[in-house]
């Protein structure tokens, strides 16, 4: 009994059978013709052409008549499709095999079958050329031979057959790909040109009549650069030479371009040279109307430029307003405090307390002043960048508050703090202002605040982590607003500017600075980042 192919061999086979295209197609005279030379050579009744796929044994030529199609395992063909070579029954009813086959037990009564298999390209046997007789008969080498001579002839049939099947698909799939290239580039945003050596146009998409309004006819032998502003043309001639001195590279160009009605528009460009390209022959040009973007960044940009001035007036007059104001604001002060302590208890109690009120407001408009020239300050002049040990910047900011620290007893603690790129005078203010407020923000523990550090992905985060009153994190950002105050002066002294200028001068030094706290009573963490490597100090405003 001949072996069953591998499973791998097998599906190979199938493959080869569903590529071949033959299954449930009409007669074709090719095939008809080798099964009547066969029956007429061999001097049978039947003889036919089969592809056997994995279930059945399906006939493209049949001479003789019968059914169109056999279950597989039921056909002498099986047997040939399982064995080396040709399959030779001199009489089928006194073989095992296949006795009990039904066109043997049955009409016709097959005694006779000879068959040889057909090979794809690919040497996959994919179908039998047969003859059988209703007598017992043997096959002579001779006839043997006749027979491999006719299947071979079937070889050549399947394979040509094959090749037109491929040729046609490939056909097709060139269609459907240059109808799908087609619409591609038809409905496509961007210009599609294809430019001579010459910069003429040899091809336009129809994309060019939506973006510039030229139909393909006003475009015939017309070059480029003929509609290229008459400033830009060096700039774009340069990129074009260069595409054709650096052929297959890709070349970008930016050029203002004449629409039909008149006016321009900003265009992008990408050039490839493929003018040694056989199918192209020519330099592919995308080109892409970037007009309104353009327009948007110029105006985002004036927006941006108006902003910078405006804001650089501002502190200027901030700076200028609390700097001329101190002197008047002096006098107001010392008068009213002179006021205060030489007509003390001459008028009735409510003048004294007019003057109290007026005495206090002068103090507090000093203090407001005197912050507001401070916040002024952290953004002006020029930002002198140097190496900054922060555990020196940390000893001198303590040093400044070792009042504060002593009055509320406070435990100031740090892990090993590094060197950054700063100014060491701001920085010290940050830690300053902070260490300040945690202090001053204290619950009824004696204050602890711990300064730590570590470099993660090019940056040094500074944490400064307090045990005071906490703040509620829907305030997280408010805090860091100029003036913005979460307490009441008689709660908590100060004007509400610290963190402010803290913020100002960390953002000028190319960091942020936020804060995290679970809420009140639990204590708050400042976070602060820093650039690990030196980087470029963010413009000054003017003065200074």
């Known amino acids: 009994m001949a072996a069953m192919p591998s499973p791998s061999a097998e599906t ?60 597989r395992a039921a056909t002498f063909d099986n047997h040939v499709m399982l064995g080396d070579g040709p399959l030779i029954v001199p009489d089928a009813p006194r073989d095992a095999r296949f ?104 091809y336009k998409s129809p994309s060019i009549e939506r973006v510039l309004g030229y139909r393909p006819h006003d475009l015939v ?84 430029e108006d902003l910078a001035r405006s804001n ?21 002060a010392s008068y009213t405090q002179l006021l205060q302590q030489r007509y003390k208890g001459k008028f009735d109690a409510e003048a004294d307390k007019f003057i109290g009120y007026i005495v206090d407001g002068a103090y507090r408009m000093q203090a407001l002043i005197r912050d507001l020239l401070m916040y002024s300050r952290a953004g002006r002049g020029e930002l002198a960048l140097e190496p900054a040990d922060l555990e020196q910047l940390l000893a001198q900011a303590l040093s400044n508050l070792d009042t504060a620290i002593q009055g509320n007893q406070a435990v100031v603690t740090h892990d090993p703090l590094p060197v950054v790129m700063a100014s060491p005078s701001q920085l010290t203010q940050v830690l300053q202002n902070l260490i300040g407020n945690a202090i001053k923000y204290h619950g009824e523990a004696p204050p602890a605040v711990h300064v ?51 913020k100002k001068i960390i953002e000028r030094h190319g960091g942020q600075i936020w804060l995290e706290s679970e809420g009140e009573g639990k204590g708050t963490t400042f976070q602060i980042t820093l650039p690990a490597e030196p980087v470029t100090p963010a413009a000054p405003a003017a003065g200074g």
């Open 221 to 304: 032998r017309k070059s480029l650069f003929e509609f290229v502003a008459a400033y830009d043309l060096p700039k774009a001639l340069m990129v074009f030479n260069e595409a054709i001195r650096r052929s297959g590279t890709t070349q970008f160009a930016e050029f203002q371009c004449r629409h039909k009605d008149g006016s321009w528009r900003s265009m992008e460009a990408w050039l490839k040279n493929l003018l040694h390209d056989r199918v192209v022959e020519g330099i592919i040009v995308n080109v892409r109307d970037v007009t309104e973007l353009t327009q948007a960044e110029a105006v985002a940009r004036k927006t941006a």
């Open 12 to 71: 190979q086979r199938l493959v080869a059978v569903r590529a071949l295209g033959l299954v449930e197609t009409p007669p074709e005279e090719r095939f008809d013709g080798i099964t009547r030379l066969a029956a007429r050579a061999f001097n049978v009744p039947w003889a036919a052409i089969s592809v056997v796929d994995a279930t059945r044994a399906w006939y493209k030529s049949r001479y003789g008549g019968g059914p169109p199609e056999l279950p």
């Open 99 to 202: 006795a009990a086959f039904p066109q043997v037990a049955d009409e016709p009564h097959l005694r006779f079958y000879a068959g040889h298999p057909v090979a794809a390209a690919d040497g996959s046997k994919v179908g039998v050329l047969a003859i059988a007789d209703a007598q017992p008969r043997e096959l002579s080498p001779a006839d043997t031979q006749a027979l491999r001579n006719l299947a071979g002839w079937v070889e050549r049939e399947f394979n040509l057959l094959q090749t037109q099947t491929e040729l046609k698909w490939a056909k097709e799939a060139q269609r459907r790909g240059e109808e799908h290239f087609r619409l591609l580039i038809e409905n496509a945003q961007e210009i599609v040109l294809v430019l001579e050596a010459d910069g003429v146009m040899r």
């Open 452 to 502: 730590s550090a570590a470099q993660r992905a090019g940056l040094w985060h500074l944490s400064i982590r307090d045990n005071g009153i906490g703040i509620d994190p829907k305030f997280a950002d408010r805090v860091f607003v100029i003036f913005q105050r979460l307490h009441t002066k008689r709660e908590y002294p100060g004007t509400g500017i610290g963190l402010a200028i803290c």
């Open 312 to 332: 650089q007036e501002l502190e200027q007059f901030a700076y200028a307003a609390s700097h001329d104001l101190q002197e008047p604001l002096r006098k107001i």
